[in-house]
């Protein structure tokens, strides 16, 4: 696995796109998240269909022609220098397919940042562009508006991403060690629902594979691990990153499978690597050749996130 192409940091002033490619998205939260952007001298633009909501099925944010539309023209607009993802919850699968990747490809690189349901487009950005991309707070997310750590981790990783190139963690290592690899990954269960769709990758060969979920019971992580691991995902693994399993049972019991699954992997662990849905998220590059050290919690980039 080869590191991807790295999009150009952001400076003041620059425009960013805000897109839902998901589920609705409260206007409230919104325009908070728009005002924190604009305290950065960002120059935030809401996309047409950001607050559109379903007209049967309430928790997609518009039909998915919209939301396809929507990320398609940010992308290929000029003047956008980023896009940034209002909020996940579903629907990234339903128009992952209905973008011109030609066209989006032609537009050139461009920084991209979302998580959740959002690993959807982190993978297609990955196999599709070769482009990396940022697994971090979303504009109306409520880790994003209300958390001083949250923001300013991704607010250095997009200004100054050299001050960021040390990931620090407060966590442990499951399996100790040190290895070295392509940062990817992302929402647990939504990398076990793209194996086997067109352009998923087929494995994490070569990776660093960030992994975190939300509101799963044990026994379903069980499965999504199960199938990754059935599928020859792991196989060739360097190492993984685990990050919040927010609303999920008791992490002793989390912890107690997650152990059981990727303990035998042969390759280091680390966990409560703080990314994810849990308070204070930091923003993790995917597509970034870096060396994690599990037993320090740090994950330490080649090069800085962003050029």
Not at 172 to 195: D, I, K, N, Q, Y
Request: charged residues 20%; hydrophobic residues 40%.
């Amino acid at each position: 696995m080869r590191p991807l192409v790295r999009p150009s940091r952001l400076a003041p002033g620059a425009r960013v796109a805000v897109v839902a490619p998901s589920g609705p998205v409260p206007e409230e939260r919104l325009q908070a998240g728009l005002d924190v952007l604009r305290g950065w001298d960002l120059d935030p633009v809401v996309a047409p269909h950001v607050l559109d909501r379903h007209e049967e099925f309430g928790y997609l944010a518009g039909r998915d022609a919209d939301r396809a539309a929507d990320l398609q023209s940010a992308w290929c607009d000029p003047s956008v220098d980023a896009v940034l993802c209002a909020r996940g919850g579903y629907g990234a699968q339903r128009m992952v397919d209905l973008l011109d990747w030609e066209a989006m490809r032609a537009a050139g690189p461009k920084v991209f940042v979302g998580f959740s349901d959002i690993t959807v487009l982190h993978e297609a950005f990955a196999t599709r562009l070769g482009l990396s991309s940022l697994h971090g707070p979303m504009a109306a997310g409520v880790d994003f508006i209300k958390n001083a750590r949250a923001q300013e981790h991704l607010r250095a990783t997009l200004f100054e991403p050299e001050s960021v190139r040390t990931i620090t963690s407060t966590g442990s290592a499951l399996v100790p060690g040190r290895a070295r690899g392509v940062t990817l990954g992302g929402c647990l269960c939504l990398l076990a629902a793209e194996a086997g769709t067109p352009h998923a990758r087929t494995s994490a060969r070569g990776g660093l594979l960030c992994l975190e979920d939300v509101g799963e019971e044990t026994y379903r992580l069980d499965r999504y691990l199960t199938q990754l691991l059935r599928a020859g995902f792991l196989d060739g693994v360097r190492g993984v990153l685990l990050g919040s399993w927010q609303e999920c049972e008791p992490y002793e019991r989390v912890r107690a499978l997650l152990l059981d699954r990727l303990g035998g992997l042969g390759v280091p662990v680390a966990q409560e690597f703080g990314f994810g849905h849990g308070e204070g998220a930091l923003t993790i590059p995917f597509g970034a050749s870096a060396q994690l050290d599990a037993e320090a919690g740090t994950l330490t980039l080649d090069e800085p996130a962003l050029r």
